[in-house]
């Protein structure tokens, strides 16, 4: 019995300590108009908005202007596409290096959620995921793949090309 109460502890530890780790590992939240970004440390979330605008932001000092750089970005998808979905609500992880799969970025349709690289982060591999998020909500039954992805390339090849 006592072999069995030290394993139960052990464990009951083990769980604790893996979920603290889970809970911690994006702790700070950010909302936009459209999304509610993830992050760990502020220098993710500036390294981000740097990697988007080309230019550093204090993001502490300037949270508007981080939250207009993003939903800007969301406006213009929707403006490309023609589709503006009502309820468009999607989250955003920033993670340091690259994704599972060796990715840059990746949308999770089953969490609708966006888990970008912080590393290698730009408008145009944001709007790609955006657009995904975006037919994602609008349609009740998904296009295939393939048809997602020639869209949200031509979306990142186009993103500002009239501007």
Known sequence: MK???KY???????LIFHFTIVVTACAI???TK???IHYSEY?????FLW???GQRV????NANLASSRIDRIVDRVQSILGIIP???RFRIYLERGRLEGDKEAYYDRKTKSIYVSVDYASQGVLAHEIVHAIIDTYFPVSPPSKIQEIISQYIDRYLWSDY
């Open 3 to 5: 072999t069995f109460f």
């Open 8 to 14: 139960a502890i052990f464990i009951t530890t083990l």
């Open 29 to 31: 939240e950010f909302s």
């Open 34 to 36: 459209y999304s509610i």
């Open 43 to 47: 220098s993710e979330m500036d390294d």
């Open 51 to 53: 990697r988007l605008s």
């Open 58 to 61: 204090d993001f502490l000092n």
């Open 86 to 88: 009502r309820d468009l």
